[in-house]
Nanobody, 115 residues
Framework: QVQLVESGGGLVQAGGSLRLSCAAS????????MGWYRQATGKQRELVAA???????DYADSVKGRFTISRSIAKNTLYLQMNSLKAEDTADYYC?????????WGQGTQVTVSS
C-alpha cells in the first residue's frame, strides 16, 4: 500500500515562499506521474503542477514562473517550491501519485497566504 505524507504548509505573507514536501512509502520512480493539487474553500480540486517519470513538468497557468515541482528519487520525496505567493494560492494542497490505473493521495497540507 502506497502512503503519501505531505508537510511544509503553513501561514505566510503575500510575496513569501514555502516549500511543500511529499514523502512516499515506495520508490517514486515506479510512478507514472506525480503531482500537486490544491483545493480552496468552495472550489474544485485543481492540478497545480505535475512531473512525469521521465522528469517532464507541467504547471497550471496561474502558478507558472512562481512554483517549481521537483523530486528526489533517492529520498522518495516530491517537492513544490512556491515563491511570490498570493492570497489566491490559499488552499489545501494534496500530493498525488499515479501507477498504472491507480491513483494515490496524501492527506493534504494547508497553505494560507495573508494579504
Amino acid at each position: 500500500q502506497v502512503q503519501l505524507v505531505e508537510s511544509g504548509g503553513g501561514l505566510v505573507q503575500a510575496g513569501g515562499s514555502l516549500r511543500l514536501s511529499c514523502a512516499a512509502s515506495g520508490n517514486i520512480f515506479s510512478f507514472n506521474a506525480m503531482g500537486w493539487y490544491r483545493q480552496a474553500t468552495g472550489k474544485q480540486r485543481e492540478l497545480v503542477a505535475a512531473i512525469s517519470s521521465g522528469g517532464a513538468t507541467d504547471y497550471a497557468d496561474s502558478v507558472k514562473g512562481r512554483f517549481t515541482i521537483s523530486r528526489s528519487i533517492a529520498k522518495n520525496t516530491l517537492y513544490l517550491q512556491m515563491n511570490s505567493l498570493k492570497a489566491e494560492d490559499t488552499a489545501d494542497y494534496y500530493c498525488n501519485a499515479r501507477r498504472s490505473m491507480v491513483e494515490y493521495w496524501g492527506q493534504g497540507t494547508q497553505v494560507t497566504v495573508s494579504s
